[in-house]
């Protein structure tokens, strides 16, 4: 028996056999056995390190998150913050200078923009530079979300013969769930509020609870905040120079931002909530 079957003897038997000799009595012990020192878990690190590398669609897709999360800007919560002050802000300033606007052309009995716009420039250029101006937000929905939106739902730029033209509704629709509207043209078709009917623009921002739209006036362009709650809205895919694709949207079921629609699953679920929209028709 070498030094190593002492150790196992004076060291271990002892705390599991009470005759530590029996084992060795009845040569349970190779001649051969020896005691080797450990490589302190190197291999199985190296097993564990080893099924991490396996490529899988769930490794992808972590990895793909973990990259977004590491291109981040270090100021992320500051810069969010930011942009909310300064769209508030906005939205206050242009609601204030059409307010004085409309004071100003009932004043003066201006009934166009061009001697309103003639108006301010001369009295306050201040109001003129913080009214909102609908020609100013079409490219952003001419070019831009025209562009995008066909582009998401792989239609052609231009359809000849829109009689032969079909798409896949399913598809499109689980598309436009998770769409960005910022720059889409929204009309309000319906609502619980009555006064919201017949309201349309481009979206200029699309938050959680509301659409922000930049509407165009006989006199001055106006800046409104429609409640998604209780509203359904209205917009149009065009074809051709004729022909548009027209869908609806259930206000109560987009209260979400864009951002987080475009990963989420729309589920069935009960529809109570609306049922004052089938009665108001």
Known sequence: ????????????FTKTFEDPNK????????????????????SAALRKNKKKLKITTGTVLNAGNA?????????????????????????????SSVRKAKKAAHNHGFTNKTE????????????????????KFKPMHEQLWI?????????????RD???????????LLKLSMADYNGAFLKVINSVNKNLIGIEGIVI??????????????????????????????FEIPLNGEDALQFSILGDR??????????????????????YYIKSF
């Open 1 to 12: 028996m070498d030094r190593s079957q002492h150790f196992i003897k004076d060291c271990l």
């Open 23 to 42: 084992p060795i009595a009845e040569n349970r012990l190779q001649e051969t056995l020896h005691i080797l020192a450990t490589d302190g878990g190197v």
């Open 67 to 95: 990259a977004v999360a590491s291109i981040k800007h270090p100021n992320y919560r500051n810069i969010k913050s930011n942009a909310r002050i300064a769209l508030k802000n906005y939205i206050t300033r242009c609601k």
């Open 116 to 135: 309103l716009s003639n108006h301010l420039l001369a009295e306050d250029p201040q109001v003129l530079a913080n009214l909102p101006h609908f020609e």
């Open 147 to 159: 562009g995008y939106i066909k582009e998401m739902l792989n239609l052609p730029e231009e359809v």
């Open 162 to 172: 829109s009689s032969k033209f079909t798409i896949n509704l399913s598809q499109t």
């Open 205 to 234: 921002w699309d938050s959680q609870k509301s659409f922000i739209m930049v509407t165009c006036g006989p006199i001055v362009d106006e800046l409104k905040c429609i409640p998604k709650k209780g509203t359904i809205f209205a």
């Open 254 to 275: 987009f209260k979400y931002r864009s951002s987080d629609r475009a990963g989420r699953k729309f589920k069935a679920r009960r529809v109570d909530d609306m049922l």
